[in-house]
């Protein structure tokens, strides 16, 4: 175990906090390249019906996918906590009982997908033209969705074990894969968004499976026999209660901007819709060092907590908070100053470059107000304390984005300027609300161990 394992509760913050961010941030950077380039190659092969339709099917995988991460969230807590308390005996019940609570919702998940396709394409507004796109796109994801649980739950227990190089390894062959096939599918056989699809679904099952057999050759903690995996209700209620307000916060968070997604259809058709696509996969890309860091964050302080050193913790909170501040001000310059630039790697549509630069440069400012829900969120994560993001993330999507979107949007006459002006403005709500939960102190109350604690007085 030890070669997986990272002790974040000793050494230098910076140093230590920058270490875990590196490889986790170029591994989820890889990753986010599956989806650029389908966008990327789809634009250029087969146009905007295609880059609208993707774009609505890739929001809903993603909603479905963040529940996974929420859950796993919970998992990398879990075990980030309990190897700081030295608690070994509960780290192996964890990985079991994470992985089989996402193996069956995989499947439930999968089912319930391919089942309600064109319901749920229909209320998202899908034009015409880009349905079949959007439909067979959403099919073949939701049926390889038990590689994507499978990966990003081995990606959380590595983290919780302070190892983020491990599943870097993997996710870059996975990459070069996923592109190779794009290629091939798309351009070679004109298979469009099903070959867009099918790449990624393969390239995910291949990252999954090369994890594996990575760790069960190097005398992994777990060792994946069918006679290891056991069901600990313990460890699930626990997982539920950790991961579960994390995994719903992401899901209604996502699930508001595809409200906004079926507004934007609905307001501007197939440019708009290609426009706000775009607009999201940079967006997917630019959000990623803070992702890196925040969850770094959020590792160092499950150990630190577990291991009952809350300077280190407070300590953590402002290094990371610091770094995503400066990532976020690269990012706002560079979204003002080459917005065209940026959709004309997607193709050359006018119509589509002038309405999402609009979009664009409204949307921009989400990134001055960002880092500080972030960080926050970051803070609430690792102690066990999710509720208070669920708290946080729902109030400013469903009070304040939505309602925003469809009064600057729609009944003002703004168009995707207002949609994408109610971003940032929801982001401003709820990083004032985070700001406020953290500064009561309400999150030192670690709910991992004292409720391991709890169970055992009992």
């Known amino acids: 175990m030890s070669a997986f394992t990272r002790d974040l509760t000793k050494g230098n913050v910076w140093k230590q906090l920058i270490l875990f961010a590196i490889p986790f941030f170029a591994s989820n950077l890889i990753q986010s390249v599956y989806s650029l380039a389908d966008m990327m190659i789809l634009g250029n092969f087969c146009g905007k019906d295609s880059i609208s339709g993707v774009n609505t099917s890739s929001q809903i995988a993603v909603i479905v996918t963040n529940l996974a991460m929420g859950l796993?969230?919970?998992?990398?807590?879990?075990?980030?906590?309990?190897?700081?308390?030295?608690?070994?005996?509960?780290?192996?019940?964890?990985?079991?009982?994470?992985?089989?609570?996402?193996?069956?919702?995989?499947?439930?998940?999968?089912?319930?997908?391919?089942?309600?396709?064109?319901?749920?394409?229909?209320?998202?507004?899908?034009?015409?033209?880009?349905?079949?796109?959007?439909?067979?796109?959403?099919?073949?994801?939701?049926?390889?969705?038990?590689?994507?649980?499978?990966?990003?739950?081995?990606?959380?227990?590595?983290?919780?074990?302070?190892?983020?190089?491990?599943?870097?390894?993997?996710?870059?062959?996975?990459?070069?894969?996923?592109?190779?096939?794009?290629?091939?599918?798309?351009?070679?056989?004109?298979?469009?968004?099903?070959?867009?699809?099918?790449?990624?679904?393969?390239?995910?099952?291949?990252?999954?499976?090369?994890?594996?057999?990575?760790?069960?050759?190097?005398?992994?903690?777990?060792?994946?026999?069918?006679?290891?995996?056991?069901?600990?209700?313990?460890?699930?209620?626990?997982?539920?209660?950790?991961?579960?307000?994390?995994?719903?916060?992401?899901?209604?968070?996502?699930?508001?901007?595809?409200?906004?997604?079926?507004?934007?259809?609905?307001?501007?058709?197939?440019?708009?819709?290609?426009?706000?696509?775009?607009?999201?996969?940079?967006?997917?890309?630019?959000?990623?060092?803070?992702?890196?860091?925040?969850?770094?964050?959020?590792?160092?302080?499950?150990?630190?907590?577990?291991?009952?050193?809350?300077?280190?913790?407070?300590?953590?909170?402002?290094?990371?908070?610091?770094?995503?501040?400066?990532?976020?001000?690269?990012?706002?310059?560079?979204?003002?100053?080459?917005?065209?630039?940026?959709f004309r790697l997607f193709g050359s549509d006018k119509e589509l470059i002038d309405i999402g630069v609009v979009y664009m440069r409204a949307f921009s400012f989400e990134y001055v107000f960002l880092p500080f829900i972030v960080s926050f969120n970051a803070v609430f994560t690792g102690t066990g304390n999710g509720w208070i993001t669920l708290v946080t993330n729902t109030i400013s999507s469903f009070a304040v984005r939505i309602p925003l979107a469809f009064c600057l949007g729609s009944a003002a006459g703004l168009g995707v300027f207002g949609i994408g002006c109610s971003i940032p403005a929801a982001t401003f709500v709820g990083s004032s609300i985070a700001a406020i939960f953290y500064f009561s102190g309400i999150w030192k109350r670690n709910a991992v161990i004292r409720e391991e604690n709890t169970k055992q007085k009992t």
């Open 72 to 342: 796993s969230t919970g998992g990398t807590v879990m075990i980030g906590q309990y190897l700081g308390a030295g608690r070994q005996d509960r780290i192996k019940k964890t990985i079991s009982t994470l992985l089989i609570t996402l193996m069956v919702l995989a499947v439930i998940m999968s089912v319930g997908l391919l089942l309600t396709t064109d319901i749920v394409l229909g209320w998202l507004n899908v034009p015409t033209q880009a349905f079949w796109d959007a439909k067979i796109y959403l099919i073949i994801n939701a049926a390889g969705l038990v590689f994507v649980f499978g990966y990003n739950a081995l990606s959380a227990i590595m983290r919780g074990m302070g190892d983020s190089k491990t599943p870097l390894r993997f996710v870059t062959i996975a990459c070069v894969v996923n592109i190779v096939l794009d290629f091939v599918l798309i351009g070679l056989f004109d298979m469009g968004s099903g070959g867009a699809a099918a790449a990624t679904v393969f390239s995910q099952a291949l990252s999954m499976f090369l994890c594996i057999i990575y760790l069960t050759k190097r005398d992994f903690i777990f060792d994946f026999k069918l006679s290891s995996f056991k069901f600990d209700r313990s460890s699930f209620a626990t997982l539920m209660k950790v991961g579960l307000p994390t995994g719903i916060q992401h899901v209604a968070t996502n699930f508001s901007f595809l409200i906004l997604t079926g507004l934007i259809n609905d307001i501007g058709g197939v440019a708009a819709g290609a426009a706000s696509g775009i607009v999201n996969k940079f967006n997917g890309f630019a959000i990623l060092p803070d992702v890196a860091v925040s969850t770094s964050v959020s590792a160092m302080i499950s150990q630190n907590m577990g291991a009952k050193k809350e300077d280190r913790v407070k300590k953590a909170t402002w290094c990371g908070l610091f770094l995503v501040c400066c990532i976020s001000a690269v990012i706002f310059i560079i979204a003002n100053l080459f917005p065209k630039e940026i």
